[in-house]
């Protein structure tokens, strides 16, 4: 095992506690404020909600290119619903960011 292999389950284990540490100290902060979980709640079933709108949306093709690496139909519904979602998520965060730049001139 040369120091590349080492590195990298180094990176892999500091991702999963990463991962594991923004779900869990959330919850503990919300302990002492449970308002805020269920703000947070909210926004989670937002996210899950628009996802399934953007997959109802998505196409089930699959073209010689996408069999070479055995994607299905089903495999290319979701990755369609997927990069529906996250450019849906873009273009609300560019709207967001362009109200909130007017709103600050005009106030």
Known sequence: MDSFDIFLYLGYTLVIIAAVA???????NALGNPQSLLKSGLGVL???ALYFIA???????????YSKFNVG???????????????????FAIVGIVFTEFNKIFK
Not at 55 to 65: I, N, R
Not at 73 to 91: D, F, R
């Open 22 to 28: 923004s779900l869990l100290l959330p919850l503990v």
């Open 46 to 48: 937002a996210v899950v």
């Open 55 to 65: 997959y109802a949306f998505s196409g089930s093709e699959v073209t010689q290119e």
């Open 73 to 91: 139909p089903e495999l290319s519904k979701i990755v369609g619903g997927t990069l529906i979602m996250a450019y849906l998520l873009l273009g």
